[in-house]
Nanobody, 127 residues
Framework: QVQLVESGGGLVQAGGSLRLSCAAS????????MGWFRQAPGKEREFEAA????????YYADSVKGRFTISRDNTKNTVYLQMNSLKPEDTAVYYC????????????????????WGQGTQVTVSS
């Protein structure tokens, strides 16, 4: 099992920045990739960014490319999501997730690849 705990959410004005953290514990050696997803009120959960645990290959949704940066610190078993130039439409609950399936990095866009999820952290961007 892998346990994930997110932190760093909050309220920020449009144009501002936040950094989310996701600390992993347990069987972290089994992790192939980590992802960030978000779910806005009344909408389905959607992919935002992913990174392979060892190689550091990254993927982004078009909506956040150039504004969000995913990174990881393997020594701390932590993945980060640096969010810049935030917009009101970025308001959502953000979830991190861990995938144990080494099918290739492009699969990390698919939330069905993830077996472990954090509890979520709220990000609210005011206009």
């Amino acid at each position: 099992q892998v346990q994930l705990v997110e932190s760093g959410g909050g309220l920020v004005q449009a144009g501002g920045s936040l950094r989310l953290s996701c600390a992993a514990s347990g069987r972290t050696f089994s992790i192939y990739g980590m992802g960030w997803f978000r779910q806005a009120p009344g909408k389905e959960r959607e992919f935002e960014a992913a990174i392979t645990w060892n190689g550091g290959i990254t993927y982004y949704a078009d909506s956040v490319k150039g504004r969000f940066t995913i990174s990881r610190d393997n020594t701390k078993n932590t993945v980060y999501l640096q969010m810049n130039s935030l917009k009101p439409e970025d308001t959502a609950v953000y979830y991190c997730a861990a995938s144990p399936y080494p099918r290739g990095s492009r699969w990390l866009r698919d939330q069905n690849e993830y077996d472990y999820w954090g509890q979520g952290t709220q990000v609210t961007v005011s206009s």
